[in-house]
């Protein structure tokens, strides 16, 4: 998997440089240093904003006795730090969020479930942002091909609202108890024995239906202050546009990267999708790549402090820690 992830990079980057090249690199170059440092910041602050959104999201899943939500924030910071700057890793940030978690006295159960479950909000209320963003372009009267893939591509993430309900309620089911014993006994798999912990935990969590209704709340603002992002860039650009228009971008260049997901940071396809996007508002294609290289700014600014606060988190280098996640069960204790 992990050379898979690493072949998938390169050719995005490749990709990303053909784009660049064909645009022409100093067009690019010229629209992404309108940017400059105080639009930067601007935009971290408003990649900060969701980011600890989203940690009051998941921070409301949870039932009874939990964290502060100042230990939230730390957590979904490394979470969103992790799949943003270490996309060949063969564990994501939300494996380690959940065992972040589970150190801060949350049920190991409660705590693997609560970002299963948020992931499920994150994607389904995606899926609404999405279907919402091929409205407004329908009603850009953008090229029929344009609207017809983003149609299709809507309609292959509606499953996923589907999945929000369905997957943990399946989940949660007693069968899974008696599956995960059976499978131990045959097996001898001491890991199975886990399941019917995540079963409670998932219980416990869909019985906070208001708890559940806050995060999904939660989720679908936060798609709305992403369109931020696009909105004060493309007026650093010198191309400012409707909200309306940012909020279509937004939407749709999610989708977009979602599509993309084979390649790591969906590098290439991002930039290659907003040249298309942009193309239905008139934004040149210097102007769509520069659009979607600004995108990824928030990933670095935020990204490497939060690393560094992992590993505080952790105790421990993240070389060790990535060393242990992989190392076979027989090599336990060799140097």
């Known amino acids: 998997m992990k050379k898979a992830a690493a072949l998938g990079l390169v050719l995005g980057l490749l990709l990303f440089a053909a ?27 408003i990649r900060f ?18 964290p502060a939500p100042w230990v939230f924030c730390q957590l979904r910071w490394v979470r969103e730090s ?10 994501g940030g939300d494996v380690f969020g959940a065992r972040l978690l589970k150190k801060r006295r949350v049920d190991g159960g409660v705590a693997a479930a609560s970002v299963i479950v948020d992931l499920l909000a994150q994607t389904a209320t995606q899926a609404v942002f999405t279907v919402i ?37 399946l989940l949660s089911m007693g069968w899974i108890d008696r599956l995960a014993e059976k499978i131990e006994s045959q097996t001898g798999w001491p890991s199975i024995a886990g399941l019917p912990s995540l079963r409670r935990g ?23 202050v992403g369109a931020l992002e696009i909105h004060f860039a493309l007026q650093f650009l010198g191309d400012p546009r409707s909200f309306a228009t940012a909020i279509t971008i937004e939407s749709l260049g999610h989708a977009v990267k979602a599509a993309g997901f084979l390649i790591p940071g969906a590098w290439g396809v991002q930039e290659g999708g907003f040249i298309a996007l942009c193309a ?15 995108k990824r700014i928030p990933d670095l600014i935020c990204g490497a402090p939060g690393l560094a606060l992992w590993r505080r988190m952790e105790g421990e280098s993240l070389f060790a820690t990535f060393l242990r996640a992989k190392r076979p069960e027989g090599e336990a204790g060799h140097a």
């Open 19 to 45: 784009l660049t090249f064909y645009e022409g690199v100093g067009d690019v170059a010229h629209a992404f240093a309108r940017i400059g440092l105080i639009g930067a910041l601007l935009i971290a602050v």
């Open 49 to 66: 904003a969701q980011t600890f959104g989203a940690a009051l999201a998941w921070r409301f899943m949870i039932p009874n006795a939990r």
């Open 82 to 91: 992790i799949n943003n700057l270490l996309p060949v890793a063969s564990v």
């Open 133 to 169: 963003g091929v409205v407004l372009l329908l009603r850009a009267g953008a090229e029929a091909d344009l609207t017809l893939a983003a149609a299709i591509g809507a309609f292959i993430m509606v499953p996923a609202v589907a999945g929000f309900w369905l997957a943990p309620r």
């Open 202 to 224: 998932l219980d416990a969590i869909l019985r906070n239906r208001g708890g559940l209704a806050r995060a999904l709340a939660i989720h679908m603002a936060i798609w709305f």
């Open 280 to 294: 239905a508002f008139g934004i040149g294609s210097p102007n769509a790549i520069a659009l979607s290289l600004i």
